[in-house]
């Protein structure tokens, strides 16, 4: 998987303390420069009255102003079913890329075995991984070496009949119904500040499955360098509580 910043609003903190002071201000703030909107917030610079602003907002569930601001991430190589979880949220716009029209004609059943266009999950070769909802804990190697030799060889073969397929001339929209669901994809996903604090408080969680955690964490990063303040807070005090910004 890689997750990469597109782009995102300039100067979101600002907007962000822009749109929060309108609500409490008798004048028009666009006709008055970033200085005098701050005037009333403790600190004795403007980085420090943003800090004293965001905390407060984010401390007493005044969410509205972190919908202004938006970041788009392309991502690369998560599986089907990773895909499936993070469209789930209904706030964040999505282009994900096509089986219909992208067909994967050309990949060798052989690299597919090894590991390429199928997400290999940390349970089919890590006798330690203990996932949530697995009966056992543990297992022994050989046990393992097992569940790797069943899943290499599923999706070898899934791949060779999904190509077979297409040489039957079978649309690639049809012939995609024998692809398993760890199949790879690249999306390009855009959400705002608040969105972003929302869906890391889901899919951040321990309950979590262990690839939209990731996706979650790598996009966690991205944003604590484009809105510090905001993701310093966030990840100081609200990461790991309960759900609290769409109760
Ligand atoms: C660990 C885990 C396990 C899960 N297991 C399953 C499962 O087995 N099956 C399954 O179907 N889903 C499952 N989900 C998905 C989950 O139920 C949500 O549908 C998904 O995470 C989207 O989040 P959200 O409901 O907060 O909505 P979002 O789309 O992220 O919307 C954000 C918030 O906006 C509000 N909102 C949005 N739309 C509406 C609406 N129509 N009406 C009222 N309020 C709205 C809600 O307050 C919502 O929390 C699971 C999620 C997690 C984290």
Known sequence: MKVELLEATPNPEKVVARAARND???????????????ADIDGDTLEEKKETLIGHLLSHGHFGPFEHVQATFHVKGISRSCMAQ???HRHASFDIQSMRYVSF????PEDV?????VVTPPS?????????????GAVDEETVEKRE???RESVKRSVEDYQELLDLGMPPEDARFVLPIGTEVNMVMS??????????DMRAAADAQWEIRQMTESILDYAAEWCPLTFDYYEENM?????????
């Open 24 to 38: 409490y201000m008798s004048e028009y703030g666009a006709d008055m420069d970033f200085e005098e909107v701050m």
């Open 86 to 88: 993070i469209t789930r």
């Open 105 to 108: 004609d050309d990949v060798d």
């Open 113 to 117: 075995a090894e590991g390429e266009l």
């Open 124 to 136: 089919a070769t890590d006798p330690d991984w203990i996932g949530r909802n697995q009966k056992t």
């Open 149 to 151: 030799e069943v899943f």
């Open 191 to 200: 959400l705002n500040a608040r969105m972003l604090m929302h869906v890391a």
């Open 239 to 247: 990461k790991n509580r309960k759900n609290r910004l769409a109760p």
